[in-house]
Protein backbone atom coordinates (compact mmCIF):
# COMPACT_ATOMS: atom_id res chain seq x y z
CA UNK A 1 0.00 0.00 0.00
CA UNK A 2 1.29 3.67 -0.87
CA UNK A 3 0.00 6.92 -0.22
CA UNK A 4 -0.73 7.51 -3.57
CA UNK A 5 -3.93 6.22 -3.68
CA UNK A 6 -4.17 3.23 -5.36
CA UNK A 7 -6.77 2.32 -3.59
CA UNK A 8 -9.78 4.34 -2.47
CA UNK A 9 -10.97 7.72 -3.90
CA UNK A 10 -9.65 10.29 -1.75
CA UNK A 11 -6.53 12.34 -3.39
CA UNK A 12 -4.55 14.27 -0.91
CA UNK A 13 -4.31 17.60 -0.33
CA UNK A 14 -0.83 18.13 -2.22
CA UNK A 15 -1.97 17.22 -5.25
CA UNK A 16 -2.93 19.98 -7.50
CA UNK A 17 -4.11 22.01 -4.37
CA UNK A 18 -7.87 22.27 -3.16
CA UNK A 19 -9.26 22.86 -6.70
CA UNK A 20 -7.89 19.77 -8.07
CA UNK A 21 -8.80 17.80 -4.68
CA UNK A 22 -12.45 18.73 -5.42
CA UNK A 23 -11.78 18.02 -8.91
CA UNK A 24 -11.36 14.43 -8.14
CA UNK A 25 -13.73 13.94 -5.22
CA UNK A 26 -16.78 13.97 -5.98
CA UNK A 27 -18.22 12.28 -3.02
CA UNK A 28 -16.82 15.67 -0.78
CA UNK A 29 -18.28 17.63 -3.33
CA UNK A 30 -22.07 15.81 -3.07
CA UNK A 31 -21.46 16.61 1.27
CA UNK A 32 -20.74 20.07 0.78
CA UNK A 33 -23.23 20.68 -1.71
CA UNK A 34 -25.97 18.89 0.71
CA UNK A 35 -24.80 20.98 3.84
CA UNK A 36 -25.03 24.35 1.73
CA UNK A 37 -28.50 22.85 0.67
CA UNK A 38 -29.51 22.40 4.49
CA UNK A 39 -28.98 26.31 4.98
CA UNK A 40 -31.29 27.51 1.71
CA UNK A 41 -33.93 24.65 3.19
CA UNK A 42 -34.13 25.67 6.19
CA UNK A 43 -34.70 29.40 5.12
CA UNK A 44 -37.78 28.31 3.26
CA UNK A 45 -38.87 26.21 6.14
CA UNK A 46 -38.01 29.28 8.22
CA UNK A 47 -40.57 31.56 5.46
CA UNK A 48 -43.08 28.81 6.13
CA UNK A 49 -43.20 29.10 9.54
CA UNK A 50 -43.81 32.44 9.59
CA UNK A 51 -46.69 32.41 7.53
CA UNK A 52 -47.76 30.29 9.62
CA UNK A 53 -47.44 32.31 12.97
CA UNK A 54 -48.47 35.96 10.78
CA UNK A 55 -50.02 34.87 7.49
CA UNK A 56 -49.77 38.60 6.23
CA UNK A 57 -46.19 39.06 7.08
CA UNK A 58 -45.15 38.17 3.26
CA UNK A 59 -48.16 39.93 1.28
CA UNK A 60 -47.51 41.63 -2.07
CA UNK A 61 -44.31 38.95 -2.74
CA UNK A 62 -45.49 36.57 -4.72
CA UNK A 63 -42.10 34.34 -4.84
CA UNK A 64 -42.73 33.61 -1.25
CA UNK A 65 -46.83 33.07 -0.95
CA UNK A 66 -47.09 29.71 1.26
CA UNK A 67 -48.07 27.98 -1.63
CA UNK A 68 -44.46 28.61 -3.52
CA UNK A 69 -42.25 28.47 -0.16
CA UNK A 70 -43.33 24.87 1.11
CA UNK A 71 -42.43 22.63 -1.69
CA UNK A 72 -39.42 24.58 -1.97
CA UNK A 73 -39.01 24.14 1.83
CA UNK A 74 -39.73 20.11 1.69
CA UNK A 75 -38.33 18.91 -1.47
CA UNK A 76 -34.40 21.26 -1.07
CA UNK A 77 -34.39 19.57 2.50
CA UNK A 78 -35.10 16.05 0.90
CA UNK A 79 -33.47 15.91 -2.52
CA UNK A 80 -30.82 18.63 -1.45
CA UNK A 81 -29.98 18.52 2.03
CA UNK A 82 -30.71 14.84 2.81
CA UNK A 83 -30.35 12.57 0.19
CA UNK A 84 -27.34 14.39 -1.14
CA UNK A 85 -24.75 14.64 1.42
CA UNK A 86 -26.14 10.70 2.20
CA UNK A 87 -25.01 10.38 -1.61
CA UNK A 88 -21.82 11.33 -0.80
CA UNK A 89 -21.29 9.69 2.29
CA UNK A 90 -22.31 6.60 0.15
CA UNK A 91 -19.65 7.68 -2.88
CA UNK A 92 -16.75 7.59 0.21
CA UNK A 93 -17.38 4.42 1.96
CA UNK A 94 -18.38 1.83 -1.03
CA UNK A 95 -15.02 1.82 -3.03
CA UNK A 96 -13.12 2.67 0.28
CA UNK A 97 -15.18 -1.11 1.79
CA UNK A 98 -14.92 -2.48 -1.87
CA UNK A 99 -10.36 -1.42 -1.76
CA UNK A 100 -10.70 0.30 -5.24
CA UNK A 101 -11.49 3.86 -6.90
CA UNK A 102 -14.89 4.70 -7.38
CA UNK A 103 -15.05 3.94 -11.27
CA UNK A 104 -15.36 7.35 -12.72
CA UNK A 105 -14.75 10.49 -11.10
CA UNK A 106 -16.09 12.71 -14.35
CA UNK A 107 -19.00 10.75 -14.25
CA UNK A 108 -19.55 11.17 -10.62
CA UNK A 109 -19.50 14.75 -11.49
CA UNK A 110 -22.05 14.60 -13.99
CA UNK A 111 -24.40 12.86 -11.29
CA UNK A 112 -23.83 15.83 -9.31
CA UNK A 113 -24.77 18.48 -11.78
CA UNK A 114 -27.34 16.73 -12.78
CA UNK A 115 -28.66 16.13 -9.44
CA UNK A 116 -28.16 19.85 -8.29
CA UNK A 117 -29.75 20.99 -11.72
CA UNK A 118 -32.85 19.14 -10.13
CA UNK A 119 -32.67 20.40 -7.02
CA UNK A 120 -32.38 23.81 -8.08
CA UNK A 121 -35.38 23.95 -10.29
CA UNK A 122 -37.21 23.48 -7.10
CA UNK A 123 -37.00 26.98 -5.54
CA UNK A 124 -36.12 29.10 -8.92
CA UNK A 125 -39.44 27.61 -10.55
CA UNK A 126 -41.52 26.67 -7.47
CA UNK A 127 -41.24 30.94 -6.66
CA UNK A 128 -42.70 31.67 -9.97
CA UNK A 129 -45.74 29.33 -9.59
CA UNK A 130 -44.33 26.56 -11.82
CA UNK A 131 -44.85 23.01 -10.53
CA UNK A 132 -46.98 19.63 -11.01
CA UNK A 133 -48.49 20.47 -8.31
CA UNK A 134 -48.30 16.77 -6.58
CA UNK A 135 -47.08 16.66 -2.81
CA UNK A 136 -43.56 15.43 -3.33
CA UNK A 137 -43.42 15.32 -6.69
CA UNK A 138 -43.53 19.46 -7.55
CA UNK A 139 -40.47 18.93 -10.34
CA UNK A 140 -41.31 19.83 -13.62
CA UNK A 141 -41.30 17.00 -16.47
CA UNK A 142 -37.86 18.44 -17.73
CA UNK A 143 -36.26 18.11 -14.09
CA UNK A 144 -37.65 14.87 -13.34
CA UNK A 145 -35.61 13.58 -16.31
CA UNK A 146 -32.42 15.29 -15.15
CA UNK A 147 -33.30 13.48 -11.46
CA UNK A 148 -33.51 9.99 -13.61
CA UNK A 149 -30.53 10.97 -15.45
CA UNK A 150 -28.68 11.11 -12.79
CA UNK A 151 -29.88 8.00 -10.96
CA UNK A 152 -28.84 6.35 -13.87
CA UNK A 153 -24.81 7.37 -13.69
CA UNK A 154 -24.61 6.91 -9.90
CA UNK A 155 -25.92 3.04 -10.63
CA UNK A 156 -23.40 2.70 -13.71
CA UNK A 157 -20.90 3.87 -11.54
CA UNK A 158 -21.51 1.75 -8.28
CA UNK A 159 -21.81 -1.59 -10.53
CA UNK A 160 -18.88 -0.93 -12.45
CA UNK A 161 -16.94 0.02 -8.92
CA UNK A 162 -18.39 -3.38 -7.59
CA UNK A 163 -17.42 -5.34 -10.62
CA UNK A 164 -13.74 -3.87 -10.45
CA UNK A 165 -13.52 -4.24 -6.71
CA UNK A 166 -10.67 -5.68 -5.03
CA UNK A 167 -12.72 -6.85 -1.86
CA UNK A 168 -14.45 -10.02 -2.80
CA UNK A 169 -17.17 -9.50 0.63
CA UNK A 170 -20.14 -7.00 -0.36
CA UNK A 171 -20.88 -5.07 3.21
CA UNK A 172 -24.59 -4.85 3.90
CA UNK A 173 -24.02 -0.54 3.85
CA UNK A 174 -22.90 -1.49 -0.04
CA UNK A 175 -26.42 -3.34 -0.18
CA UNK A 176 -28.45 -0.76 0.79
CA UNK A 177 -26.66 1.86 -0.74
CA UNK A 178 -26.59 0.49 -4.72
CA UNK A 179 -30.41 -0.93 -4.06
CA UNK A 180 -31.72 2.56 -3.18
CA UNK A 181 -30.84 3.96 -6.47
CA UNK A 182 -32.61 0.96 -8.04
CA UNK A 183 -35.68 1.11 -5.74
CA UNK A 184 -36.01 5.05 -6.44
CA UNK A 185 -35.35 5.03 -10.01
CA UNK A 186 -38.39 2.76 -10.69
CA UNK A 187 -40.81 4.82 -8.32
CA UNK A 188 -40.23 8.05 -8.99
CA UNK A 189 -40.59 7.04 -12.90
CA UNK A 190 -44.07 5.36 -11.47
CA UNK A 191 -45.08 7.92 -8.96
CA UNK A 192 -44.37 11.05 -10.99
CA UNK A 193 -46.19 9.66 -14.00
CA UNK A 194 -43.29 10.61 -16.14
CA UNK A 195 -44.79 8.96 -19.46
CA UNK A 196 -47.42 12.09 -19.56
CA UNK A 197 -45.32 15.06 -19.66
CA UNK A 198 -47.96 17.37 -19.94
CA UNK A 199 -49.70 17.03 -17.07
CA UNK A 200 -47.31 14.17 -14.49
CA UNK A 201 -50.56 13.03 -13.60
CA UNK A 202 -53.37 10.09 -13.79
CA UNK A 203 -57.22 11.17 -13.88
CA UNK A 204 -59.23 10.55 -11.12
CA UNK A 205 -58.62 8.64 -7.82
CA UNK A 206 -56.06 6.39 -9.43
CA UNK A 207 -53.29 9.77 -9.48
CA UNK A 208 -53.61 9.57 -5.86
CA UNK A 209 -52.67 5.99 -5.40
CA UNK A 210 -49.75 6.38 -7.56
CA UNK A 211 -48.46 9.75 -5.92
CA UNK A 212 -48.99 8.13 -2.54
CA UNK A 213 -47.04 4.92 -3.76
CA UNK A 214 -44.21 6.95 -4.47
CA UNK A 215 -44.69 9.70 -1.90
CA UNK A 216 -44.09 6.73 0.87
CA UNK A 217 -41.24 5.24 -1.11
CA UNK A 218 -39.21 8.63 -1.17
CA UNK A 219 -38.66 8.19 2.81
CA UNK A 220 -38.88 4.34 2.73
CA UNK A 221 -36.62 3.22 -0.10
CA UNK A 222 -34.40 6.02 -0.65
CA UNK A 223 -34.16 8.09 2.82
CA UNK A 224 -33.64 4.78 4.88
CA UNK A 225 -31.38 3.11 2.98
CA UNK A 226 -28.94 5.72 2.35
CA UNK A 227 -29.13 6.51 6.19
CA UNK A 228 -29.20 2.48 7.80
CA UNK A 229 -26.32 1.40 4.87
CA UNK A 230 -24.36 5.17 6.35
CA UNK A 231 -25.26 4.14 10.07
CA UNK A 232 -24.04 0.50 9.57
CA UNK A 233 -20.53 2.11 7.72
CA UNK A 234 -19.92 4.53 10.86
CA UNK A 235 -20.85 3.17 14.02
CA UNK A 236 -18.90 -0.42 13.56
CA UNK A 237 -15.71 1.63 13.31
CA UNK A 238 -16.41 4.43 15.90
CA UNK A 239 -17.00 1.55 18.69
CA UNK A 240 -14.24 -0.46 16.78
CA UNK A 241 -15.94 -3.90 16.72
CA UNK A 242 -17.64 -6.11 14.14
CA UNK A 243 -21.22 -5.41 13.49
CA UNK A 244 -23.27 -7.84 15.55
CA UNK A 245 -24.95 -9.81 13.40
CA UNK A 246 -24.11 -9.42 9.21
CA UNK A 247 -27.15 -11.82 9.00
CA UNK A 248 -29.48 -9.92 10.65
CA UNK A 249 -28.76 -6.92 8.66
CA UNK A 250 -29.67 -8.54 5.00
CA UNK A 251 -32.69 -10.14 6.84
CA UNK A 252 -33.76 -6.11 7.79
CA UNK A 253 -32.84 -5.08 4.04
CA UNK A 254 -35.03 -7.83 2.55
CA UNK A 255 -38.22 -7.25 4.81
CA UNK A 256 -37.81 -3.54 4.38
CA UNK A 257 -38.18 -3.32 0.33
CA UNK A 258 -40.82 -6.50 1.31
CA UNK A 259 -42.88 -4.11 3.44
CA UNK A 260 -42.15 -0.65 2.72
CA UNK A 261 -43.40 -1.03 -0.93
CA UNK A 262 -47.09 -1.02 -0.30
CA UNK A 263 -48.04 1.08 2.58
CA UNK A 264 -48.56 4.21 0.68
CA UNK A 265 -52.33 3.41 0.98
CA UNK A 266 -52.63 4.29 4.40
CA UNK A 267 -52.49 7.93 3.51
CA UNK A 268 -55.73 7.61 1.62
CA UNK A 269 -58.00 5.69 4.16
CA UNK A 270 -60.89 8.43 3.74
CA UNK A 271 -61.01 8.08 -0.21
CA UNK A 272 -62.91 5.89 -2.40
CA UNK A 273 -59.80 3.05 -2.60
CA UNK A 274 -60.31 -0.50 -2.81
CA UNK A 275 -60.67 -1.84 0.39
CA UNK A 276 -58.02 -4.39 -0.37
CA UNK A 277 -56.07 -1.36 -0.92
CA UNK A 278 -56.42 -0.43 2.15
CA UNK A 279 -56.24 -3.63 4.01
CA UNK A 280 -52.84 -4.07 2.55
CA UNK A 281 -51.73 -1.14 3.34
CA UNK A 282 -52.38 -0.72 7.15
CA UNK A 283 -51.03 -4.19 7.39
CA UNK A 284 -47.41 -3.56 5.87
CA UNK A 285 -47.27 -0.86 7.76
CA UNK A 286 -47.86 -2.16 10.97
CA UNK A 287 -45.34 -4.87 9.42
CA UNK A 288 -43.06 -2.29 9.14
CA UNK A 289 -41.87 -2.43 12.73
CA UNK A 290 -39.89 -5.65 11.74
CA UNK A 291 -36.77 -3.93 9.49
CA UNK A 292 -37.42 -1.14 12.37
CA UNK A 293 -36.41 -3.05 15.42
CA UNK A 294 -33.92 -5.01 13.37
CA UNK A 295 -31.94 -2.40 12.34
CA UNK A 296 -32.05 -0.86 16.36
CA UNK A 297 -31.00 -4.32 17.69
CA UNK A 298 -28.57 -4.74 15.16
CA UNK A 299 -26.29 -1.55 15.83
CA UNK A 300 -27.26 -0.87 19.42
CA UNK A 301 -25.48 -4.62 19.85
CA UNK A 302 -22.95 -3.61 18.00
CA UNK A 303 -22.55 -0.39 20.72
CA UNK A 304 -23.46 -2.22 23.95
CA UNK A 305 -20.81 -1.09 26.80
CA UNK A 306 -18.70 1.31 24.36
CA UNK A 307 -21.48 4.31 24.69
CA UNK A 308 -18.20 6.35 26.16
CA UNK A 309 -16.83 6.34 22.40
CA UNK A 310 -20.08 6.85 21.54
CA UNK A 311 -20.95 9.90 23.46
CA UNK A 312 -17.16 11.31 22.71
CA UNK A 313 -17.29 11.04 19.14
CA UNK A 314 -18.51 13.79 17.24
CA UNK A 315 -20.38 11.74 14.91
CA UNK A 316 -21.12 9.12 16.59
CA UNK A 317 -23.57 10.76 18.81
CA UNK A 318 -25.69 12.13 15.68
CA UNK A 319 -26.27 8.42 14.21
CA UNK A 320 -26.98 7.29 17.71
CA UNK A 321 -29.62 9.57 18.28
CA UNK A 322 -30.63 9.20 14.47
CA UNK A 323 -31.35 5.81 15.34
CA UNK A 324 -33.51 6.50 18.54
CA UNK A 325 -35.38 9.19 15.99
CA UNK A 326 -36.02 5.90 13.42
CA UNK A 327 -37.43 3.99 16.43
CA UNK A 328 -40.18 6.84 17.46
CA UNK A 329 -40.62 7.51 13.82
CA UNK A 330 -41.24 3.73 12.70
CA UNK A 331 -43.54 3.14 15.95
CA UNK A 332 -45.41 6.28 15.27
CA UNK A 333 -45.66 4.97 11.56
CA UNK A 334 -47.22 1.61 12.44
CA UNK A 335 -49.46 3.13 14.70
CA UNK A 336 -51.07 5.76 13.26
CA UNK A 337 -51.87 3.72 9.86
CA UNK A 338 -54.75 2.43 12.31
CA UNK A 339 -57.81 3.74 10.70
CA UNK A 340 -59.22 4.85 14.45
CA UNK A 341 -56.01 6.38 15.24
CA UNK A 342 -55.92 7.92 12.15
CA UNK A 343 -59.16 9.53 12.71
CA UNK A 344 -57.57 12.28 15.07
CA UNK A 345 -53.96 12.43 13.77
CA UNK A 346 -54.04 12.67 10.00
CA UNK A 347 -54.41 16.16 8.00
CA UNK A 348 -52.84 18.52 10.77
CA UNK A 349 -49.66 19.13 12.81
CA UNK A 350 -49.27 15.66 13.82
CA UNK A 351 -48.00 14.28 10.48
CA UNK A 352 -46.17 17.51 10.21
CA UNK A 353 -44.17 16.67 13.33
CA UNK A 354 -43.68 12.91 12.09
CA UNK A 355 -42.33 14.03 8.91
CA UNK A 356 -40.09 16.03 10.38
CA UNK A 357 -38.45 13.74 12.77
CA UNK A 358 -38.57 10.73 9.83
CA UNK A 359 -36.35 13.50 7.80
CA UNK A 360 -34.26 15.34 9.83
CA UNK A 361 -34.70 13.33 12.77
CA UNK A 362 -33.53 10.04 11.44
CA UNK A 363 -32.19 10.19 8.29
CA UNK A 364 -30.97 13.67 8.64
CA UNK A 365 -29.32 13.46 12.02
CA UNK A 366 -27.18 10.13 10.21
CA UNK A 367 -26.55 12.26 7.26
CA UNK A 368 -25.16 15.22 9.88
CA UNK A 369 -22.77 12.43 11.57
CA UNK A 370 -22.06 10.74 8.53
CA UNK A 371 -20.40 13.97 7.26
CA UNK A 372 -17.98 14.86 10.13
CA UNK A 373 -17.02 10.97 10.43
CA UNK A 374 -15.74 11.26 6.68
CA UNK A 375 -14.66 14.28 6.43
CA UNK A 376 -11.42 13.45 8.41
CA UNK A 377 -11.31 10.50 6.27
CA UNK A 378 -11.65 12.10 2.48
CA UNK A 379 -9.02 15.11 3.90
CA UNK A 380 -6.89 12.98 6.21
CA UNK A 381 -7.14 16.18 8.49
CA UNK A 382 -8.98 16.57 12.16
CA UNK A 383 -12.29 18.62 12.16
CA UNK A 384 -11.42 22.03 12.25
CA UNK A 385 -13.43 22.11 15.40
CA UNK A 386 -15.25 19.28 17.32
CA UNK A 387 -16.96 22.07 19.43
CA UNK A 388 -18.31 23.05 16.70
CA UNK A 389 -19.60 19.92 15.86
CA UNK A 390 -21.39 19.74 19.32
CA UNK A 391 -22.91 23.07 19.06
CA UNK A 392 -24.66 21.76 15.71
CA UNK A 393 -25.53 18.59 17.43
CA UNK A 394 -27.12 20.69 20.27
CA UNK A 395 -28.92 23.25 18.34
CA UNK A 396 -30.22 20.91 15.91
CA UNK A 397 -31.44 18.37 18.85
CA UNK A 398 -32.77 20.93 20.80
CA UNK A 399 -34.84 22.94 17.47
CA UNK A 400 -35.95 19.33 16.30
CA UNK A 401 -37.40 18.24 19.61
CA UNK A 402 -39.18 21.14 20.52
CA UNK A 403 -40.65 21.53 16.99
CA UNK A 404 -41.86 17.62 17.33
CA UNK A 405 -43.37 18.28 20.75
CA UNK A 406 -44.93 21.35 20.04
CA UNK A 407 -46.39 20.45 16.60
CA UNK A 408 -47.53 16.76 17.92
CA UNK A 409 -49.41 18.55 20.86
CA UNK A 410 -50.93 21.35 18.26
CA UNK A 411 -51.97 18.40 15.94
CA UNK A 412 -53.56 16.67 18.90
CA UNK A 413 -55.52 19.53 19.42
CA UNK A 414 -56.60 19.43 15.79
CA UNK A 415 -57.72 16.68 15.57
CA UNK A 416 -59.63 16.18 18.70
CA UNK A 417 -61.65 19.64 17.49
CA UNK A 418 -62.36 18.21 14.42
CA UNK A 419 -63.65 14.76 15.42
CA UNK A 420 -65.71 16.34 18.03
CA UNK A 421 -67.54 18.44 15.49
CA UNK A 422 -65.57 21.73 15.87
CA UNK A 423 -65.07 23.91 12.53
CA UNK A 424 -61.30 24.40 11.09
CA UNK A 425 -61.46 28.25 12.18
CA UNK A 426 -62.40 28.26 15.37
CA UNK A 427 -59.43 26.21 15.99
CA UNK A 428 -56.85 28.24 14.47
CA UNK A 429 -56.58 30.57 17.58
CA UNK A 430 -55.90 28.02 19.66
CA UNK A 431 -52.62 26.88 17.60
CA UNK A 432 -51.19 30.65 17.51
CA UNK A 433 -48.68 29.68 20.48
CA UNK A 434 -47.28 26.77 18.84
CA UNK A 435 -46.58 28.11 15.57
CA UNK A 436 -44.85 31.11 17.34
CA UNK A 437 -42.42 28.23 19.41
CA UNK A 438 -42.20 26.16 16.16
CA UNK A 439 -41.26 29.66 14.65
CA UNK A 440 -38.69 29.79 17.36
CA UNK A 441 -37.52 26.19 17.57
CA UNK A 442 -36.72 26.57 13.50
CA UNK A 443 -34.11 29.11 14.38
CA UNK A 444 -32.31 26.51 16.35
CA UNK A 445 -32.29 24.26 13.34
CA UNK A 446 -31.22 27.25 10.70
CA UNK A 447 -28.48 28.44 13.40
CA UNK A 448 -27.18 24.46 13.51
CA UNK A 449 -27.07 24.30 9.66
CA UNK A 450 -24.88 27.74 9.49
CA UNK A 451 -22.52 26.46 12.51
CA UNK A 452 -22.57 23.35 10.31
CA UNK A 453 -21.38 25.03 6.77
CA UNK A 454 -18.64 26.71 8.95
CA UNK A 455 -16.88 24.49 10.50
CA UNK A 456 -17.52 22.18 6.94
CA UNK A 457 -15.68 24.75 5.26
CA UNK A 458 -13.03 25.19 7.72
CA UNK A 459 -12.30 21.80 7.92
CA UNK A 460 -11.34 21.56 4.15
CA UNK A 461 -9.99 25.00 3.40
CA UNK A 462 -7.69 25.29 6.82
CA UNK A 463 -7.81 21.68 8.52
CA UNK A 464 -5.59 21.08 11.21
CA UNK A 465 -2.48 18.39 10.69
CA UNK A 466 -3.92 14.76 11.28
CA UNK A 467 -1.57 11.49 11.16
CA UNK A 468 -1.32 11.53 7.46
CA UNK A 469 -2.77 7.80 6.69
CA UNK A 470 -4.88 7.54 3.59
CA UNK A 471 -8.60 7.15 3.92
CA UNK A 472 -9.42 4.03 2.21
CA UNK A 473 -6.05 2.42 4.15
CA UNK A 474 -7.41 3.24 7.40
CA UNK A 475 -10.70 0.98 6.46
CA UNK A 476 -8.51 -1.31 4.97
CA UNK A 477 -6.57 -1.92 7.95
CA UNK A 478 -9.79 -1.98 10.36
CA UNK A 479 -11.12 -4.98 7.98
CA UNK A 480 -8.54 -7.17 7.84
CA UNK A 481 -8.42 -6.57 11.64
CA UNK A 482 -12.63 -7.18 11.83
CA UNK A 483 -13.77 -8.72 8.49
CA UNK A 484 -17.45 -7.73 9.66
CA UNK A 485 -16.89 -4.09 8.99
Not at 248 to 262: K, P
Request: zero cysteines; a positive charge; glycine letters at 8%.
Amino acid sequence: MTDNFRTGNSPNFQEGGLRGFFSKNSALAFIVAGSAWFIVGTLYGLFSAIHLMAPEFFNNIPALVFGRVRPSHVNTVLYGFVVTTLIGLGMYYTPALLKTKLWSEPLGWVSLFLWNITVLSGPVFFSMGMSQGREYTEYLWPFDVTFMIAIVTIIINLVMTIIHRKEYVLYVSIWYFVASFIWIGGSYFIGNVMWRPSTGALPGILDSIFLWFYAHALPGLLLTPLAIGAAYFIIPRVTKTPLFSHTLSIVGFWTLVTFYSHIGGHHLLQAPIPHWLKTMSVVDSMMMFIPVIIVIVNLWMTMRGRGNLIMADPAAKWVAMGLIWYLIVGAQGSIQSIPQIQKVTHFNNWTVAHAHIAVLGFSGFIALGGVWHVIPLITRRKLYSQRLANLQFGLVMIGLTGFFLVLTIAGLIQGEAWYNGETVYRVLPQLQPYMILRTIFGLFIISGALVGFYNLIRSIRKPKEYPYISASHAVIIETQKNPEI
